[in-house]
């Protein structure tokens, strides 16, 4: 039996856009609907769990778990700007309550990729007073995280800026990522400190980003090492760098990339590959804890996304498996975790990839919105009763 910690958190994750289904005022759902959109489908009703969140949690409460990391959506929040709806900071405020009833300890993510229609419009990440309309938003949704415990500003803003530099969105983290827009990467940074600074208004409440880990390999011929610092500073180490001093950072770990050097190589034929075309690879989640320990120089970390995309649900169970041994690992070595949330809850929308990547601990019928909770649901929630591998 592999112990973790007392109060360790084990849980799992969803984001707002991915979930909720008719998200309206959002900058991806413009996307999902213009003319030569290289998005698959649109998310349309998605899980419909803007209506049907407290069975979700109860799936997961009953089955174990005692941690839930959902996000709130800035464009419900703040459909035009300057407007901010009462209704939907309720809505919001009554899935933390939802979450605390059932015994789950709500990790709420600010910002998980979408913005505001008219935010988008008015310059995105680009605009001069970007960072000052985030912080407004946060200050608007303190009154409802006064009993929060963890708050992510925003998700993996090193993705965020690789599609603001041109990346495709049905490759976020694969084979050839592009340069990422660094303007954008300057801006969500003091985006995220700016949120910082409003929510330690709340005594006790802890805040971090997410970042998207990588575990870039060297090939090891000559020359790979240093492409491989070349290509993974700004894509990765960058984002870990400069968030010292933070409460906690999230890692979110899913496959590896090998760079040689010239560059990133497409995934070996030879290797296991899950639905998104990544490498079964469960070590990442190891090797991504060790860097944000190291490159933070201590921010204790917090695993707020890890998972696979996968119709075989006995892949998933041997995924969390090694992925749980590497992190026990880490720890063993020194490395401060707080806790585990899988990706994802629920089978969900992935993005331009559409429905067809599954990574949720519960399979969802598209047309009754019925939630079937898989074997991994209850292998996860077995490992957090005992607190033990």
């Keep these: 039996m592999l112990k973790f910690p007392e109060g360790f958190l084990w849980g799992a994750a969803t984001a707002a856009h991915q979930i909720e289904g008719n998200n309206v005022n959002s900058n991806w759902w413009v996307m999902e609907h213009a003319k030569d959109t290289t998005i698959v489908e649109p998310s349309g009703d998605a899980m419909d769990s803007y209506h049907r969140y407290p069975e979700d949690m109860k799936l997961l409460a009953d089955a174990g778990l005692n941690s839930y990391r959902f996000s709130i959506e800035w464009a419900r929040i703040e459909p035009e700007r300057g407007f901010f709806s009462n209704a939907e900071i309720d809505h919001y405020r009554r899935m933390i309550d939802t979450a605390h009833e059932l015994g789950l300890d709500p990790t709420v993510t600010l910002m998980h990729f979408t913005v505001p229609r008219w935010m988008y419009n008015d310059g995105f990440w680009r605009a001069k007073d970007a960072a000052d309309l985030f912080a407004r938003y946060t200050e608007k949704l303190l009154p409802i995280l006064q009993d929060v415990k963890h708050v992510c500003t925003i998700n993996e803003p090193n993705i965020a800026a690789m599609l603001a530099g041109g990346e495709d969105a049905s490759n976020l983290v694969a084979y050839g990522l592009p340069n990422p827009d660094l303007g954008v990467a300057d801006t969500l940074l003091e985006s995220h400190r700016r949120s910082r600074e409003v929510l330690s208004q709340i005594s006790g409440l802890k805040s971090g980003w ?3 880990t990588q575990a870039f390999h060297s090939t090891g011929e000559p020359g790979a090492d240093e492409m491989m610092r070349e290509y993974g500073h700004p894509r990765d180490d960058w984002y870990l760098e400069n968030v010292k001093g933070d409460d906690f950072v999230g890692v979110q770990a899913y496959t590896r990339t090998f760079i040689g050097p010239n560059g990133p190589l497409p995934v070996s034929e030879d290797v296991e590959t899950t639905l998104t075309g990544w490498e079964f690879f469960p070590k990442a989640l190891e090797m991504g804890v060790r860097s944000a320990w190291e490159l933070t120089e201590g921010v204790p970390v917090f695993v707020t996304e ?5 119709a075989d649900d006995t ?4 995924y969390l498996d090694g992925a749980l041994e590497g992190l026990h690992s880490a720890m063993q ?7 585990y949330q899988h990706w994802s809850a629920l089978d969900n929308y992935e993005w331009a990839s559409g429905f067809r990547p599954t990574f949720g601990l519960i399979a969802v ?3 009754t919105f019925v939630r079937t909770p898989k074997p991994s649901l209850a292998y996860l929630g077995e490992i957090a009763k005992r607190n033990a591998l």
């Design 210 to 212: 997410t970042v998207a």
């Design 306 to 310: 890890n998972g696979i995309a996968t």
């Design 315 to 318: 892949r998933r169970i041997a």
């Design 333 to 339: 070595d020194g490395v401060e975790v707080l806790g």
């Design 365 to 367: 019928d598209r047309e």
